[in-house]
């Protein structure tokens, strides 16, 4: 071997590793730190609109041991933390591994904290008996940039309080189908989470709780919106939702 060509092997050897330790560290980042995540389906209208891509906080209730929540295959692994491991707070937007099928991550709102009773009557959320009160309001802008498919709904527009986080919540007027839940204590370790688009998310009132294992992070803000044109939905940018934050 020359010692140009031993020259180049070692350049290349050199480079490999320099890239692979910058993909080690970009996945180590992601796993501990920050993961981007988009938003497919309106479960979160108003609050996420369909195309918006988020920054998930994946430390914002304990440091974990980097890739200790991977999913491989049909095999999740739990979580280790470090240290700080924390409860999430009423009214947190957080990102989780959907229960029934640990490969795919929901995102929803906590409602319901461990040891609290539920209970939904005619669509308000009662909390250890206490309503979560809707505050009914026009919606206009909310309406002008609805997702086609929504459009035609006869929606109505809430201002809420879950926690202190101040939001908007949309109910379908003409949809009687999940009015009402049965009073339910939520056992230790578990959250009871809802969609903001109340009559058109999939959530804990159909298939259970959440557990503190299961939750990736909680949602910071909108660093993107754009649905491309080749999803089911229209192509759309609203470059007005870049940068808001989620409460």
Same mark, same amino acid.
Do not use: C
């Given at each position: 071997m020359t010692e140009e060509t031993l020259d180049k092997k070692q350049k290349l050897i050199k480079e490999t590793k320099s890239i692979l330790l910058i993909i080690i560290s970009v996945l180590t980042f992601r796993s501990v730190f920050f993961?981007? %995540?988009?938003?497919p389906s309106g479960? &979160?209208?108003?609050t996420l609109m369909i195309g918006d891509f988020i920054l998930v906080n994946k430390f914002a209730y =304990? %440091?974990? /041991?980097? %890739?200790?929540? +991977? /999913? +491989? =295959?049909? @095999?999740s692994f739990d979580p280790i933390y470090i240290a700080g491991k924390s409860d999430p707070k009423r009214g947190d937007v957080v990102v989780f591994k959907y229960p029934k099928d640990l490969s795919v991550n929901y995102i929803k709102r906590v409602i319901g904290l461990p040891g609290d009773t539920l209970e939904i009557r005619n669509k308000i959320v009662y909390i250890n008996d206490k309503p979560i009160e809707p505050k009914e309001f026009e919606g206009k802008e909310i309406k002008d940039? &609805?997702?086609?498919?929504? @459009? =035609?709904? #006869?929606l109505k527009f809430y201002k809420v309080k879950t926690g202190e986080h101040e939001h908007v919540i949309q109910q379908d007027n003409d949809n009687y189908f999940k009015v009402d839940f049965e009073k339910t204590k939520i056992p230790e370790g578990k959250f009871f989470v809802m969609g903001d688009n109340r009559d058109f998310s999939y959530d804990a009132r159909y298939w259970g709780f959440v557990s503190h294992e299961q939750i @990736? =992070?909680?949602? &910071?803000? /909108?660093? *993107?919106?754009?649905? %491309?044109?080749?999803?089911? #939905?229209? &192509?759309? *940018?609203r470059p007005g939702r870049i940068g808001t934050v989620i409460n």
């Amino acid at each position: 071997m020359t010692e140009e060509t031993l020259d180049k092997k070692q350049k290349l050897i050199k480079e490999t590793k320099s890239i692979l330790l910058i993909i080690i560290s970009v996945l180590t980042f992601r796993s501990v730190f920050f993961e981007p %995540f988009r938003i497919p389906s309106g479960s &979160m209208i108003p609050t996420l609109m369909i195309g918006d891509f988020i920054l998930v906080n994946k430390f914002a209730y =304990g %440091f974990k /041991v980097p %890739f200790t929540d +991977l /999913v +491989l =295959g049909d @095999k999740s692994f739990d979580p280790i933390y470090i240290a700080g491991k924390s409860d999430p707070k009423r009214g947190d937007v957080v990102v989780f591994k959907y229960p029934k099928d640990l490969s795919v991550n929901y995102i929803k709102r906590v409602i319901g904290l461990p040891g609290d009773t539920l209970e939904i009557r005619n669509k308000i959320v009662y909390i250890n008996d206490k309503p979560i009160e809707p505050k009914e309001f026009e919606g206009k802008e909310i309406k002008d940039d &609805m997702d086609e498919k929504f @459009k =035609g709904y #006869n929606l109505k527009f809430y201002k809420v309080k879950t926690g202190e986080h101040e939001h908007v919540i949309q109910q379908d007027n003409d949809n009687y189908f999940k009015v009402d839940f049965e009073k339910t204590k939520i056992p230790e370790g578990k959250f009871f989470v809802m969609g903001d688009n109340r009559d058109f998310s999939y959530d804990a009132r159909y298939w259970g709780f959440v557990s503190h294992e299961q939750i @990736k =992070g909680r949602a &910071m803000f /909108v660093w *993107f919106s754009f649905i %491309f044109p080749f999803s089911e #939905n229209p &192509m759309k *940018f609203r470059p007005g939702r870049i940068g808001t934050v989620i409460n």
